[in-house]
């Protein structure tokens, strides 16, 4: 089911949006790269039943739709536990488990959404309007939730019978659709919550076409078919291991032997080799997110928590930040680090998306000497030593090596400290750095890729950062379902925010996935997350 307009809702510019940015070609140094997401089982003869292996460039962390921030972890979770909404290929929001895209009241504040009936949850527990509102209420006010702010401002969440689900709330709010495509959507058995309560990531259950079975941690996470699943004869493979392989030469050297089937993160620097391989398939897009630098400009207590000052020229002064950025030559870097793979950005807004304009996507010339005048101006001493916390994989190694030796002509010395990317994520909520290598794969609507990040007070505001108007101009954009308001509105946000720089975006990854040609149904769109649940070995192999 297509995505029908709706202004209110702006679901017409989010299907623009992801439509837009994962255009058939992108242009590199490299030269053209051309988009495949993968194809659909549909008519091909394939074989029922095995086992798939996927290779995970890095540990998912609790498996709490509530709670989760990793990507690795929508990686699972897309197997084992539904949506609300979905998005397809092609950028249209489509029902998962609601039956119809919502309807809102005229004055916004009103937004129902009809779900399924007579479906079970992978423990028999009876899927209803009252399971869904059990869900969007814990996502809404759980003390950990990094939900909340996604949800925007919901006053109230009842269930109208066993297949309608109500939303009030205190002022409209455009991203709603597009926010339950995601975590936010996803919908937990309340017999499960019930029962482990804060643990239930240990063992999650969800609706989906697999259930989780079992987690060693560091090493793997294996999903089972569930015979509950609603579409059941759709789903092909006995199980799904998630294998943990951080180290890209060994991710590459499993795929080629066969001893994993696909493998999320390929290297740049291995994937021109691999795509030589007969044996293996390239899936390939543009990226909805952005990677970059967050710096600790008032994180003290925690994500979420009121800011506190932080006695650092880092953290105090906006010159000093200004100048890191003046310091990076976005371009030059990714086109030498990841062989013209990837591509430069200064802001959060994709580009050539319907809320992309020159405002909000225009990036400011690479300046090392007006760098070093910013800090002679703040009263620093050159170099000015910044830590930095970066994920211990090669290619984040790569990036932070190049960039150490890029901003010392800038006056700065990059101290890098290698980390694991669970410990990473950690100190992200906790406000334990000074800065980090870390990004965000991005949402169909910009307020889930902005918002959460710069607005005061929410459990997604790692930096620590606080803008009264960012606040308020973030906050009119979502209230409107008008395309060309909220883009103006997210370039007059972005305006400021490379202003005070609490969050230095510095590139875009083109989203590598690699499968053998033993299997079919593996499917990869621009919101990062790669999709095995219908996927199958084709009949004859293994």
């Known amino acids: 089911m297509l995505v029908r307009l709706s202004k209110l809702l702006g679901l017409t510019a989010v299907a623009v949006v992801l439509a837009s940015c994962a255009s058939p070609h992108e242009s590199t140094r490299n030269g053209t790269h051309a988009d495949d997401f993968g194809t659909p089982v549909g008519t091909q003869s394939v074989k029922s039943g095995g086992d798939l292996v996927m290779g995970l460039s890095s540990e998912p962390d609790r498996l709490d739709p509530t709670t989760s921030s990793s990507l690795f972890t929508r990686y699972v979770m897309s197997s084992i536990c539904e949506k609300l909404y979905d998005n397809d290929s092609a950028g249209n929001l489509v029902p998962q488990l609601a039956t119809a895209l919502p309807t809102v009241s005229p004055?916004?504040?009103?937004?129902?959404?009809?779900?399924?009936?007579?479906?079970?949850?992978?423990?028999?527990?009876?899927?209803?309007?009252?399971?869904?509102?059990?869900?969007?209420?814990?996502?809404?006010?759980?003390?950990?939730?990094?939900?909340?702010?996604?949800?925007g401002p919901i006053a109230a969440i009842d269930a109208n019978g066993p297949g309608e689900v109500v939303l009030h709330f205190k002022t409209p709010f455009a991203p709603i659709t597009a926010a339950l495509a995601d975590r936010a959507g996803m919908i937990m058995s309340p017999a499960e919550l019930a029962k482990a309560g804060d643990n239930f990531g240990d063992s999650p259950v969800c609706v989906g076409p697999f259930k989780f079975a079992k987690r060693v941690p560091q090493t793997s996470i294996v999903v089972e078919r569930d015979p509950n699943?609603?579409?059941?004869?759709?789903?092909?493979?006995?199980?799904?291991?998630?294998?943990?392989?951080?180290?890209?030469?060994?991710?590459?050297?499993?795929?080629?032997?066969?001893?994993?089937?696909?493998?999320?993160?390929?290297?740049?620097?291995?994937?021109?080799?691999l795509s030589k391989n007969a044996q293996l398939r390239l899936l390939q897009t543009r990226s909805l997110g952005y990677m970059g630098l967050y710096l600790n400009v008032g994180n003290v207590d925690g994500a979420g928590k009121p800011a506190k000052p932080i006695d650092t020229p880092l953290a105090k002064d906006p010159r000093v930040r200004q100048a890191l950025s003046l310091s990076i030559d976005r371009n030059a870097m990714v086109n030498t680090v990841f062989n013209g793979w990837y591509e430069g950005t200064c802001s959060p807004i994709v580009p050539?998306?319907?809320?992309?304009?020159?405002?909000?996507?225009?990036?400011?010339?690479?300046?090392?000497?007006?760098?070093?005048?910013?800090?002679?101006?703040?009263?620093?001493?050159?170099?000015?030593?910044v830590k930095l916390q970066v994920q211990n994989s090669q290619d984040r190694m790569r990036y932070a090596q190049a960039l150490q030796a890029e901003i010392a002509e800038g006056g700065f010395a990059l101290d890098i400290v290698p980390t694991e990317y669970a410990t990473l994520l950690d100190a992200q909520k906790s406000g334990a750095y000074e800065a980090i290598l870390l990004g965000w794969s991005g949402r169909l609507d910009p307020d889930g890729t902005i918002s959460r990040f710069v607005t005061t007070g929410s459990s997604g505001n790692y930096s620590g950062y606080s803008s009264p108007q960012v606040d308020d101009l973030l906050g009119q954009a979502a209230r409107t379902g008008d395309t060309a308001k909220r883009a103006d509105?997210?370039?007059?946000?972005?305006?400021?925010?490379?202003?005070?720089?609490?969050?230095?975006?510095?590139?875009?990854?083109?989203?590598?996935?690699?499968?053998?040609?033993?299997?079919?149904?593996?499917?990869?769109?621009?919101?990062?997350?790669?999709?095995?649940?219908?996927?199958?070995?084709?009949?004859?192999?293994g």
């Open 107 to 151: 004055d916004g504040l009103t937004v129902t959404i009809p779900v399924r009936t007579g479906i079970k949850f992978a423990d028999g527990t009876a899927f209803d309007a009252a399971a869904v509102q059990t869900s969007l209420q814990r996502h809404l006010t759980a003390k950990t939730s990094q939900r909340t702010s996604e949800m």
């Open 229 to 273: 699943y609603y579409d059941a004869a759709h789903v092909h493979f006995d199980s799904i291991t998630y294998r943990i392989m951080v180290d890209a030469n060994i991710r590459a050297a499993n795929l080629r032997s066969g001893d994993i089937q696909v493998a999320d993160y390929i290297s740049p620097q291995d994937v021109d080799e």
């Open 352 to 385: 050539g998306s319907a809320f992309a304009t020159p405002a909000g996507t225009d990036c400011a010339a690479y300046d090392p000497a007006r760098s070093k005048q910013l800090l002679t101006e703040a009263g620093v001493q050159m170099p000015y030593h």
């Open 489 to 541: 509105l997210y370039a007059q946000a972005v305006q400021i925010i490379q202003k005070d720089n609490p969050y230095l975006y510095t590139y875009r990854e083109r989203l590598l996935t690699m499968h053998t040609t033993k299997v079919t149904g593996i499917e990869m769109y621009p919101d990062g997350v790669v999709r095995l649940g219908k996927a199958a070995f084709l009949a004859g192999n």
